[in-house]
């Protein structure tokens, strides 16, 4: 199967799968990564084996400029580091089961009973959180406290609070979902397997890589990782409805307000809904174009057609199909104010280093 690669998916360029014109043999690809590679990463022959296996094994093309987008997220996530230190982690731990037990009335002298008791490992729970680094430490400790402790499953409901992991900070439940095909042994879980390296690169590389674009420029697919597939293209699509409309939106790239019912829509459908004796269509027609905006048949639309029409008619002039999204990222892992445009410019910069040092 690795050896049988005939298709592409391009990065900055086509939605559509083409026939690689040269191809290239695992040694090949993997020497390249190694050369691409930051001159201090440690053991870059063992990273570059994982992403090597994780483009065959899913049929991604190992162009340079797919090969550098990995690189640079995950230089910019991890600094290739399978399981990053967490500054203050065990400190945001704790918050966060304080503050669970304080929306649901439960005593602090009840949660610091909980703490103290013994956990699967022999150290007690207050202890393992205090001298927790990782988020693959904080995930086994949420693990333990959900089975173990009552109070555990009433804080947590049996779902773990951690959510993403690994070198690229991929989200566990997007690694749930995309595990069919994954080429490794699952040890225990696909949550475990997102704290190693070989499953935190095939899962990340899946989530930046893992669907077709036709964006002019890598930037958006850097947005799109860090925002959402598809966010840079419908952040732009919000703005041609509000160039359209007049109606101001906020560019984050939703264009469904989630479990709306069709007479509550949320702002973007609102401002289309504005739009409806123009477009020609009405309310449940609207609906459900927008209901493809989370995939690249959104784009064959007529609602997509017909909005763009109007707002470049408006602007008289032609109007980008990406923009980056206008989030702010919240976190507690975040201390500083921190954007889904600075994140997709740093990643962008450090993808230019990579394409500089083959």
């Known amino acids: ?7 592409a998916l391009l990065l900055a ?47 991604i093309a190992p162009t340079p400029e797919n090969l550098c987008a990995v690189l640079a997220v995950t230089e910019q996530e991890s600094t290739f580091t399978a399981d990053p230190r967490v500054p203050g982690l065990g400190k945001i731990a704790r918050e966060e089961i304080d503050r669970r037990a304080a929306s649901m009335h439960v005593p602090k002298l009840l949660v610091s009973a909980a703490l103290r008791l013994r956990s699967p490992n022999g150290r007690r729970y207050a202890e393992r959180i205090e001298h927790v680094r990782t988020e693959r430490e904080l995930s086994a400790l949420f693990e333990d406290f959900i089975d173990m402790v009552p109070l555990g499953q009433r804080l947590f409901g049996g779902l773990n609070p951690v959510h993403t992991g690994g070198p690229m900070q991929v989200a566990i439940d997007f690694a749930e979902a995309h595990a069919q095909d994954y080429p490794y042994p699952v040890d225990g879980s696909i949550r475990h397997e997102v704290f ?5 690169m095939y899962f990340g590389i899946a989530h930046l890589l893992g669907y077709p674009a036709s964006y002019d420029a890598p930037l958006y697919r850097f947005a799109d990782f860090n925002a959402g597939w598809y966010a840079s293209r419908n952040a732009a699509f919000q703005a041609a409805v509000a160039r359209a409309s007049g109606i101001e939106l906020a560019l984050d790239g939703d264009l469904l307000l989630p479990g709306a019912p069709l007479d509550d829509p949320g702002a973007t459908e609102r401002a289309v809904r504005a739009l409806r004796s123009q477009l020609g269509m009405g309310d449940a027609a609207i609906r459900r174009a927008l209901e493809k905006g989370d995939g690249q048949d959104f784009e064959a639309t007529d609602l997509y057609a017909r909005v763009f029409e109007l707002a470049e008619a408006a602007a008289r002039q032609p109007l980008p199909r990406a923009v980056l999204p206008g989030i ?31």
Do not use: Y
Request: with cysteine; hydrophobic share 40%.
């Open 13 to 59: 360029g086509c939605a559509t799968r083409a026939p690689l014109p040269v191809q290239r043999t695992p040694e090949q690809v993997r020497a390249d990564i190694v050369a691409r590679m930051p001159a201090k990463t440690s053991n870059r022959e063992g990273w570059a084996a994982d992403i090597q296996v994780a483009f065959f094994a899913q049929d």
């Open 196 to 200: 190693t390296r070989r499953g935190g």
């Open 328 to 358: 702010d990222l919240h976190s507690p892992k975040i201390t500083r104010k921190l954007t889904t445009a600075w994140f997709a410019n740093r990643v962008d910069d450090r993808w230019k280093r990579c394409m500089a040092r083959h």
């Open 1 to 7: 199967m690795w050896f049988g690669l005939v298709a």
